[in-house]
Nanobody, 116 residues
């Protein structure tokens, strides 16, 4: 079992920055991929990006060049640094941990609101 606790988020003006954190505990050695998703009101949850166990990151085109995923292995924490935020980035953001045998864990979600 893996537990994910998110922090960060809030309200920011367009063009501003926010950083989200996702702290993992439990069977963290089993995690292969940590990913971020978001869900805007009335829309489906969409993938934002991921970081794999080798440290390679991949991003959705909508956030590429503005968002950065990183991790602190000592703290078992993954970060989503969001720069140049736009109103369309407003959503609830979720972190996800994927392990072996399709094991799948989600954080509780955190609200990000970007005002124009």
């Amino acid at each position: 079992q893996v537990q994910l606790v998110q922090s960060g988020g809030g309200l920011v003006q367009a063009g501003g920055s926010l950083r989200l954190s996702c702290a993992a505990s439990g069977s963290i050695f089993s995690i292969n991929v940590m990913a971020w998703y978001r869900q805007a009101p009335g829309k489906q949850r969409e993938w934002v990006g991921l970081i794999n166990s080798g440290g390679t990151t991949t991003y959705a085109d909508s956030v590429k060049g503005r968002f950065t995923i990183s991790r602190d292995n000592a703290k078992n924490t993954v970060f989503l640094q969001m720069n140049s935020l736009k109103p369309e980035d407003t959503a609830v953001y979720y972190c996800r941990a994927v392990g072996p045998k399709a094991s799948d864990y989600w954080g509780q979600g955190t609200q990000v609101t970007v005002s124009s």
